[in-house]
């Protein structure tokens, strides 16, 4: 079973309006969580990396959020454009892994209409 | 510029061929990585390096093999063996913890 959720699925937004994705984990004991961009047929690229001490940090229009006790974070896209249609990956790993041992989420994919 | 560069972008394979994947580095990271895309799912970890001359299997290895020669090269064969090799494959790399970098990808086709 997955130790990384996230939802929704995809989701589509109008062109200025804000979103918010949900992560959920099972990952224990907790390291770090990062959220990644994924355009389609490109790289994923890094947003934002919490670790346990961190409950928000912000990137730009990206806002991420994370309640360790709860174990989920969120990330928020303001404003958004249309630029910002691609796929959200939530990345969850623990204490003492190696990048080998990383969760990786399904990812939500967001389209951004006009 | 420093990165990863994936090549090619595009590959086509036929039934019982070995086809491999070419990433290369030049951000000076000890660590390197493969990962394998499939819709609807999360990035799969097929082989990672630490360090030159050493790797390790990750959660999907069967039909996949590795090399690690040089500190920027890190070439994935996908061999005769991997029933279902289409996918999109992802190289990445890293220093320690932090973010890794992403290749931009090959969209490996069975023909």
């Known amino acids: 079973k997955n130790q990384v959720e996230q939802s929704p699925q995809s989701l589509i937004i109008l062109e200025g309006k804000n979103c918010t994705l949900q992560c959920n984990y099972t990952v224990s004991p907790f390291s770090n969580l990062r959220w990644y961009k994924q355009d389609t047929g490109r790289g994923p690229v890094s947003l934002t990396i919490m670790t346990f001490s961190e409950n928000t940090k912000s990137n730009g229009r990206y806002t991420a959020t994370l309640d360790a006790d709860t174990k989920q974070s969120s990330l928020h896209i303001t404003a958004s454009q249309l630029s910002d249609s691609a796929s959200y990956i939530c990345?969850?790993?623990?204490?003492?892994?190696?990048?080998?041992?990383?969760?990786f989420g399904a990812g939500t994919q967001v389209v951004v209409t006009p | 510029d420093g990165g990863i560069t994936q090549s090619p972008k595009y590959l086509f394979r036929k039934e019982g061929q070995n086809v491999t994947l070419s990433c290369e580095q030049n951000?000076?990271?000890?660590?390197m990585y493969w990962y394998r895309q499939d819709p609807g799912q999360g990035l799969r970890l097929i082989y990672y390096s630490q360090i030159v001359n050493d790797f390790q299997k990750g959660d999907i290895a069967e039909g996949y093999s590795v090399s690690r020669e040089k500190k920027e090269s890190f070439p994935l064969t996908v061999t005769s063996a991997q029933k279902n090799p289409t996918a999109f494959y992802l190289c990445?790399?890293?220093?320690?913890?932090?973010?890794?970098?992403f290749g931009q990808g090959t969209r490996l086709t069975v023909v």
């Open positions: 990445a790399s890293s220093q320690g913890i932090g973010a890794a970098f």
């Open positions: 951000l000076n990271h000890d660590a």
């Open positions: 990345v969850v790993s623990a204490l003492g892994d190696s990048w080998g041992k990383l969760q």
